[in-house]
């Protein structure tokens, strides 16, 4: 009788794990799109503004400053209130509408107002989809389903379809008109989130005791508790290190290839197009494979390989083996869930959940969202812009020798170790 009565909760537990992910997936992945256009619109935006690389730099900077205090304070409200969906569902409408407003914007200071609203909505998203999705995952699909909101997502919709749509875009219109498009998405997307997503997904119903299967506000655990965590502490500054990374390649990458390799547009964006492939590929995959491997060997072996994308940048001319070298070597995105977000979940309590996620995004965007960008902005007027990738390439180094000092927190592995 038992299991004839729990048959019926486990699979409604796994179909809305499922629509939970697409949700989610869809959900991240605008927010990436938003987030990269204007990387890809950078060389027509500097028709009429006239950007130094230090001032891409700070516009991308900004964005992850507003973007770390954002999700910093999110996380901590989320645990506080014991509340999620409320909190994903404005910032989603609040991001789609402030992205769109970059495109009425007259000069460098408005961008900048814009992408600092931009990031203060946007950074709320990640520590709530996350939390989410975490409580809603099998177990042994947690580190898959975690990777495909994260990093397939990011990569599909920011890495793939944004630099075709938005290049396309500026240069079939204007490239006013790719900002202002990208409000439509985010708000059908707000839109789905209010009406299908839950507080409390079944399978946390179901696995509380009987008098505790309503949605709760789980124990409050005090933040200073949470930093003694070796792993969070660890996580925090691999974050500063990863987000460096990817913040200095995605930004200054697109100018580097049409001003000093001489790439038309189109073929800028095709092999722009190439590291969102690699994106999408390594966004599961990493994560899939630490499910079975290990959280900490795979940071390890994918960072290694993600030193040699921004110098294949550098040292590579010819446009189709750059392409082939970047979807092998830009592994980093896949690495971005496990210290962001899986290897936190495995270590904290659910009731600091969302602060945990919080802070190591918020302090990891503070440090390599906000200054990275800026230092290797200023960099690249001083040396040439290859030192931005000469930047982003010490930053992998960085996040390589820290991962030693993690524990394992892959549940399988954990389990072969114990027997």
Sequence with gaps: ??????????????????????????????????????????????????????????????????????????????????????????????????????????????????????????????????????????ERRRGFNMGLLQGSSAGLLGGIVAPLVVVWIAETYDWRVAFYVTIVPGLIMAALIAKFVRERSPRAAAEAPAETAAPVKEPRVPLGEVLKLRNIVVCMLIACAYLTWFVTIITFTPTYLTEVKGFGPGTMSGVMTCL???????????????????????????????????????????????????IVTYTGLGCFTLFMATIPAETVPRGALATALGVIMGVGELAGGFLGPMVAGWASDQWGLQAAMFIAAGGALVVVALAFALKETAPAVLRRAAA
């Design 1 to 138: 009788m038992t299991d004839t009565a729990a048959a019926p909760d486990t699979r409604a537990a796994d179909r809305y794990e499922n629509r939970l992910l697409v949700i989610l997936f869809l959900s991240f992945g605008f927010v990436f799109f938003d987030r990269q256009a204007l990387a890809f619109l950078a060389p027509y935006m500097d028709q009429d503004f006239g950007l130094s690389n230090a001032e891409l730099g700070t516009l991308s900077g900004v964005l992850a400053l507003t973007w770390a205090l954002a999700g910093m304070f999110a996380g901590r409200l989320s645990d506080v209130l014991g509340r999620r969906k409320a909190i994903l569902v404005v910032a989603v409408v609040l991001f789609s509408l402030f992205s769109a407003s970059s495109g009425l914007m007259g000069g460098f200071a408005g961008l900048l107002v814009a992408r600092a609203l931009m990031g203060t909505a946007e950074g709320a998203v990640l520590p709530m989809a996350q939390s989410l999705m975490v409580e809603a995952s099998r």
């Design 276 to 326: 969102g492939v690699a994106w999408v590929l390594w966004g599961f995959a990493t994560p899939a494979i630490s499910d079975r491997l290990g959280r900490k060997p795979a940071l390890i072996g994918f960072t290694a390989l993600a030193v040699f994308c921004p110098l294949a940048v550098v040292y590579v001319e010819s446009p189709v083996l750059l392409g082939a070298i970047m």
